[in-house]
């Protein structure tokens, strides 16, 4: 089970502290993720925004959120934080969390089996 939290409306230029926490056994043997859900599209939809594997050594950002965003994880928390800086209005949507079971492409949401309920995040002008 995964419950994310932070989200929140903030003018251009601001900031945002997302966090995803895990229960279950096992949070520490996957890559976690996080993606963003456009309003009025679809699961399938849903663009990759950041990832990190296990140890949290390894991260991965889309091209658009480098230097802007930041994903760690604290395993012994069983928690993942996905900081947000300088955002802009293309960065509003619904933010989910995403444990990645399968080994295929990470920035692909159909890896992913487990998914929180999402936090909004809105970025006004």
């Known amino acids: 089970h995964l419950a994310e939290s932070g989200g929140g409306s903030v003018p251009a230029g601001g900031s945002l502290t997302l966090s995803c926490e895990a229960t279950?056994?096992?949070?520490?043997?996957?890559?976690m993720g996080w993606f963003r859900q456009a309003p009025g599209k679809g699961r399938a939809e849903r663009e990759f925004v950041a990832a990190l594997n296990w140890s949290g050594e390894s991260t991965y950002y889309r091209d658009s959120v480098k230097g802007r965003f930041t994903i760690s994880r604290d395993n012994a928390q069983n928690t993942v934080t996905l900081h947000l800086n300088s955002l802009k209005p293309e960065d509003t949507g619904t933010y989910y969390c995403g444990r990645r079971y399968f080994g295929g492409d990470h920035t692909h949401p159909d890896q992913y089996d487990t998914w929180g309920q999402g936090t909004e995040v809105t970025v006004y002008p």
């Open positions: 279950g056994r096992q949070f520490n043997r996957y890559t």
